[in-house]
Nanobody, 123 residues
Framework: VQLQAFGGGLVQAGGSLRLSCAAS????????MGWFRQAPGKEREFVAA????????YYADSVKGRFTISRDNAKSMVSLRMNSLKPEDTAVYHC?????????????????WGQGTLVTVSS
């Protein structure tokens, strides 16, 4: 599976962005998809994840209520809608994929990663 994330940019605090991740391959619906982010000098952290069917969704506490993950299996796409952005949301955001995942928030479980897209939130 090859992943391509896009949609990052510069936004003011309180603003919104929508990230998308396009996946190659014919079995996209069998993959759990996750979004992770990495700020300068920090470890990569879990943001949100969605099961292959879309029936199970998980969020980090820090983004719950502000971010929404969704997927379109017909288009092999997963999106992350980010509202009420804060300066601390500034990071490179990566999408990731895993077939047969057990713990959605564990970055070590994911087999495939996109190159990342930079989100910068100014105060």
């Amino acid at each position: 599976v090859q992943l391509q994330a896009f949609g990052g940019g510069l936004v003011q605090a309180g603003g919104s962005l929508r990230l998308s991740c396009a996946a190659s391959g014919r079995t996209f619906s069998s993959y759990a998809m996750g979004w992770f982010r990495q700020a300068p000098g920090k470890e990569r952290e879990f943001v949100a994840a969605i099961s292959g069917s879309g029936n199970s969704i998980y969020y980090a506490d820090s983004v719950k209520g502000r971010f929404t993950i969704s997927r379109d299996n017909a288009k092999s796409m997963v999106s992350l809608r980010m509202n009420s952005l804060k300066p601390e949301d500034t990071a490179v955001y990566h999408c990731a994929a895993k077939d047969g995942i057990k713990k959605f928030s564990d970055r070590d479980e994911y087999d495939y990663w996109g190159q990342g897209t930079l989100v910068t939130v100014s105060s």
